[in-house]
């Protein structure tokens, strides 16, 4: 946006900015020193920049921000020009990060779907995977279960057999041929 500079005739000067909000000098210098004390240091938040800053300058007694009417008022409206392009072109720097971040943030929230569909999809195969195991174990029981059964079965028939073997007396060769036919 671009600031509209109205005088009166006392010539006080109001500046009109794109939002139809009036800013007076005061105003101005205030957000001069919250940009430049940004700019000096950039990581600290901006009431405790401007704090800091405030007290810096009460002690130091380094910049008078009072306009004085015999210099003029022309330099200063420069200076504040030259000081809200800055902070205007701050905002445009920080729109684009912002929005590079907000990208980043897409592109990670997708990563993360993405993810999240894999761990369900593996979910899902392990538990599919658990109740194979658990079908093939219980396979496993039953097929032993029945060759045991079979087995002893099996061992049944051959004790019986044996036993029968045993009650019944050897015949010989000489019986055999002896016996009629």
Do not use: W
């Not at 957000?31 to 700019?39: C, G, N, P, W």
């Not at 240091?41 to 800053?53: I, L």
């Not at 009072?66 to 022309?74: C, E, F, V, Y």
């Amino acid at each position: 946006g671009l600031a509209f500079i109205m005088t009166s005739p006392a010539s006080a000067e109001t500046l009109v900015g794109p939002s139809g909000r009036v800013s007076t000098p005061m105003k101005l210098r205030s957000m001069k020193r919250k940009l430049e004390d940004t700019a000096r240091e950039p990581n600290k938040s901006s009431r405790y920049a401007t704090r800091a800053t405030t007290r810096a300058t009460a002690v130091e007694g380094e910049v008078d921000h009072t306009i004085d009417p015999r210099k003029g008022n022309g330099s200063n409206i420069n200076e504040e020009r030259v000081m809200l392009q800055k902070a205007l072109e701050l905002l445009g720097e920080y729109r684009a990060e912002f929005q590079g971040l907000r990208e980043t943030i897409k592109e990670q929230n997708g990563i993360i779907s993405n993810q999240q569909e894999v761990i369900r999809d593996l979910k899902e195969t392990a538990k599919e995977q658990q109740n194979t195991t658990r079908k093939l174990s219980q396979q496993l029981e039953d097929t032993k279960k029945q060759m045991g059964d079979q087995l002893k079965q099996i061992r049944e028939q051959l004790e019986a057999i044996a036993t029968c073997a045993a009650a019944t007396p050897h015949i010989s060769f000489a019986d055999v041929m002896r016996s009629p036919p």
